[in-house]
């Protein structure tokens, strides 16, 4: 089955840049797509087709993909950005959809 | 407002069966896939099944195929997750989610929770 990578865990001082990352094998074909959750709470799209930005998002979040690697970036840190981080994109068939195991940011 | 609403979730016995749905409105819901995505207590988000916005078309997870069963009924705007020879690795939090013109999921629910316990 189909896996997407993220590391368990990532820590910056507020202000500092944040940078997740996500591996598939099928990301040259298939886009990206970055969800937020904050504890208790449902969670929330950041970035979309790999480095578009939904109204209402902050400029400091960005996206980008290059080969099997996926990358959402934030740039000056903000201690309300802690949360857990979801990658998630499909195999090359479309048809096998994957979250990656996520990614909880810690900003202190 | 675009809403999604889930409704359903309990506690039930391993072996046992529940339907769960989902309510959208704010939307024209015959127009979007829609999907279900849960997460187990502490864990991450498992993709669950899907369904094409005519119901045409169905995908389900590796770990749900062969038990559960996704409908929808575009006519009351509302979406259905029946959930057969439940385990106790399927208690999780549900949640229904929409598949927007981006492709992604743009709108969720505040999902519904069922434990699967004896």
């Known amino acids: 089955s189909y896996e997407l990578t993220q590391p368990p865990s990532v820590s910056v001082s507020p202000g500092q840049t944040a940078r997740i990352t996500c591996s598939g094998d099928a990301l040259p074909k298939k886009h990206a797509y970055w969800y937020q959750q904050k504890s208790g709470q449902a969670p929330v799209l950041v970035i979309y087709e790999d480095s578009k930005r939904p109204s209402g998002i902050p400029e400091r979040f960005s996206g980008s993909s290059s080969g099997t690697m996926a990358t959402l970036t934030i740039s000056g840190a903000q201690v309300e950005d802690e949360a857990d981080y979801y990658c998630?994109?499909?195999?090359?068939?479309?048809?096998?959809?994957?979250f990656g195991g996520g990614t909880k940011l810690t900003v202190l | 407002e675009v809403q999604l609403v889930e409704s359903g979730g309990g506690l039930v016995q391993p072996g046992g069966s529940l339907r769960l749905s989902c309510a959208a409105s704010g939307f024209t819901f015959s127009g979007f896939e829609m999907n279900w995505v849960r997460q187990a207590p502490g864990k991450g988000l498992e993709w669950v099944s899907c369904i094409s916005s005519s119901g045409s078309t169905i995908y389900y997870a590796d770990s749900v195929r062969g038990r559960f069963t996704l409908s929808r009924d575009n006519a009351k705007n509302s979406l259905y997750l029946q959930m057969n020879s439940l385990r106790a690795d399927d208690t999780a939090v549900y949640y229904c989610v929409r598949k927007g013109p981006s492709e992604a999921f743009d709108i969720w629910g505040q999902g519904t929770m069922l434990t699967v316990s004896s």
């Open positions: 998630y994109s499909t195999d090359s068939s479309g048809n096998h959809r994957v």
